[in-house]
C-alpha cells in the first residue's frame, strides 16, 4: 500500500489562531518576569528599549516562525526537513528544549494550582516563605541529585499533565482552540479585576512610581537594553517551534501573517504592561504597610514574587482571599495556555515523523514527560532543579537554536527573500520588505550572539548562582546533552511518511534559489 503524506490539521478560524498565539505568549513570564525585570533596568525608562526590542526581534522573529510554518506546512523537524534536508536536526533540538522545558513548566503551574486553594483559608499563615520551603515543597536543605518524592506534589502536577494531554489529543480544533477560546478571554476578565481591586489599595501609587518613573541613565547602560532584548525573546514564544508549529495550521492563503504577528505581539505587550500595573501596586502595599519604599523589598522575582511575596500581601490585605484566588488562578491559566502550546509541538513532531494520530501522539509524548516531571520537580530538590533547568534551557538551548536558524535560513539556504514573499503574499499589505531580511539575517543573530556568549562565558567561568558544580553539571550541562543525543537519535529515525509530498504555494515573485 502507498504511504500518505502527513495529514495536516487546521484552524477552523484565523481568531483561533490569534487567540492560540496569545494564549502561548501570555505565560509565567509575563507575570512574574516582567515587572522585576522593568523595575531592575530603569523603571518607565525600560520601556523605550522594550519597545525597541520589540519591533527590531520580536516582531521580525514572530514573522519569521510563521513564515516557515505556514509555508512549509508542518512541525518544526517537518517543516525544516522540506526547507532542506540536513536542517530537520534544527527542527529537533526545538522539539527537545520544548520537552525539557514542558517537564518542569507541569511543576509551576501545579503549584499555582494549589496555591489558589491555599489563597481561600491562607493556609501559609504568618510566615509564607516556610510554609513554601519546608510544607509545601519540603525542599532539601542542601540541592543534589536524588528522588527523594514529596506526596503532596503528585496531584496537582497530575492535573496539569490530564489535562494538557487531553486537549492535544481532541486536536487542533476541538482541543487546543476550544481552551484557548474558553481561557484566554477569562484570564483577561479576571486579571482585570485584579489589578483594578489593587489599584485602590492604600500606597498603590507609590508601587506604579517605582515601576514607571524613568531612570534615564539607564539607557547608557548596555545590559538594560540586553535585559529588554531578552524580555521580549523570551515572552513572544519564539526561537523554538511554538509559533512556527501553530502557523502551520493556518489556511493556506488570507491568512494575514503579518497583521495576525502584529495583533499576537502587541497583545502579549500589552498584558506584561498590565500586570506590572498590578504587580506594583500591590508592593508599593505592602511597602506601605511595612513604612519603606518598594526598593527596600526582598523577594520580587521569580519564585519568590509568586509564592512568598504575595502570599505575605494578601495576608496583610482586605479581601486578601479574593485577592489572592483571583492571582493565583490566572497564574495557573496563563501558565496552561502556554504548556498546552509547549507539548503541542512535541506531540506535533513525533506524530508527524511516526505518522500517529493526536491522541496517541499524545501519549508517546506526555506519558514519559509526565514521569520525568514528577521524578524531578515533585522531590525535596524540585526547586533547585527546575531553577538551573531553566537557566541552562532557556538562555542557552533557546538562544542558540534562534541564532542558527536565522544564519541557517539567511545565509546558508538563502530562503528570506522567498520566505518575504511568503509573508506578503498570504497577507492584507505588502509591508514586508528588505528592513526585514537585514533584520532576521543581520541584527537579530548579532544582539543575540552577544547574549548568548556573555552568558556561556558567565555559566562557564562563574558556575550559575551559588549551587555546586556537580549540581550544575548534572541539571544544566547534563539536560543540553540529553537534548543534543535525542535530537540526534530522532533526525535518525525514518520517517513514516513521505515528507517531501506537499504543494508550496505559488509565489509570482519568490523562488527557491532567492
Known amino acids: 500500500m502507498e504511504k500518505r503524506a502527513p495529514r495536516q490539521e487546521s484552524f477552523n478560524s484565523r481568531n483561533y489562531f490569534i487567540l492560540a498565539a496569545i494564549g502561548s505568549a501570555v505565560g509565567l513570564g509575563n507575570i512574574w518576569r516582567f515587572p522585576y525585570v522593568a523595575f531592575k533596568n530603569g523603571g518607565g525608562a525600560f520601556i523605550l528599549p522594550y519597545l525597541i526590542a520589540l519591533l527590531a526581534v520580536g516582531i521580525p522573529l514572530l514573522f519569521f516562525d510563521y513564515a516557515l510554518g505556514h509555508r512549509y506546512r508542518g512541525s518544526a ?16 533540538w526545538q522539539v527537545m528544549v520544548c520537552f525539557v522545558i514542558g517537564i518542569y513548566y507541569a511543576a509551576i503551574i501545579g503549584w499555582a494550582g494549589m496555591y489558589t486553594l491555599f489563597s481561600i483559608n491562607q493556609a501559609w499563615g504568618s510566615d509564607p516563605k516556610t510554609f513554601l520551603m519546608r510544607d509545601f515543597l519540603h525542599v532539601a536543605d542542601t540541592p543534589g541529585v536524588g528522588l527523594d518524592f514529596v506526596p503532596s506534589l503528585f496531584i496537582p502536577i497530575l492535573v496539569v499533565w490530564a489535562v494538557t494531554l ?3 489529543a481532541l486536536g487542533v480544533n476541538k482541543g487546543l ?40 541613565s539607564a539607557l547608557l547602560d548596555y545590559k538594560v537594553w540586553m535585559a529588554a532584548f531578552g524580555q521580549i525573546f523570551f515572552s513572544l514564544s519564539v526561537g523554538f517551534g511554538i509559533m512556527l508549529t501553530y502557523a502551520s495550521y493556518l489556511q493556506r492563503r488570507r491568512s494575514n501573517l503579518v497583521g495576525t504577528g502584529l495583533v499576537a505581539g502587541f497583545a502579549n505587550s500589552s498584558f506584561e504592561l498590565f500586570a506590572g500595573i498590578g504587580v506594583f501596586a500591590t508592593l508599593g502595599f505592602m511597602a506601605h504597610n511595612q513604612g519603606g519604599s518598594v526598593s527596600d523589598l526582598e523577594g520580587i522575582t521569580g519564585v519568590s514574587l509568586s509564592f512568598i511575596t504575595f502570599p505575605t500581601v494578601i495576608a496583610q490585605m482586605p479581601g486578601g482571599a479574593l485577592f489572592g484566588v483571583l492571582f493565583f488562578a490566572s497564574f495557573a491559566m496563563a501558565g496552561l495556555t502556554s504548556f498546552i502550546s509547549i507539548i503541542q509541538v512535541v506531540a506535533a513532531g513525533v506524530g508527524e515523523k511516526l505518522d500517529l494520530a493526536p491522541k496517541k501522539a499524545s501519549l508517546v509524548v506526555g506519558v514519559p514527560a509526565a514521569v520525568l516531571s514528577f521524578a524531578l520537580f515533585a522531590t525535596r530538590s524540585g526547586l533547585p532543579d527546575l531553577d538551573v533547568v531553566d537557566a541552562f534551557i532557556n538562555n542557552i538551548g533557546v538562544v542558540a537554536s534562534a541564532i542558527i ?4 535560513v539567511a545565509w546558508v539556504l538563502r530562503r528570506s527573500r522567498l520566505l518575504q514573499d511568503h509573508l506578503n503574499a498570504v497577507s492584507e499589505s505588502r509591508m514586508i520588505g528588505l528592513w526585514w531580511r537585514a533584520l532576521v539575517g543581520g541584527i537579530v543573530p548579532v544582539l543575540l550572539g552577544y547574549m548568548f556568549f556573555q552568558t556561556l562565558w558567565t555559566y562557564l567561568s562563574e558556575g550559575y548562582d551559588t549551587y555546586s558544580s556537580g549540581f550544575i553539571a548534572v541539571f544544566g550541562w547534563g539536560m543540553l546533552l540529553v537534548v543534543a543525543l535525542c535530537t540526534a ?26
Open 177 to 216: 482552540a476550544m481552551v484557548n477560546k474558553i481561557f484566554m478571554p477569562l484570564l483577561v476578565v479576571m486579571f482585570l479585576v485584579l489589578v483594578v481591586q489593587s489599584l485602590f489599595l492604600p500606597g498603590a501609587g507609590t508601587g506604579l512610581d517605582a515601576l514607571f518613573t524613568p531612570k534615564w
Open 405 to 408: 536558524m536565522c544564519v541557517v
Open 489 to 514: 537519535v530522532m533526525t535518525l529515525i525514518s520517517w513514516k511518511t513521505p515528507v517531501d509530498e506537499f504543494e508550496p504555494l505559488r509565489l509570482e515573485a519568490a523562488s527557491e534559489e532567492d
Open 77 to 92: 523537524p517537518l517543516s525544516l526537513r522540506r526547507m532542506g534536508r540536513w536542517t530537520e536536526s534544527l527542527g529537533w
Open 166 to 168: 487531553i486537549t492535544v
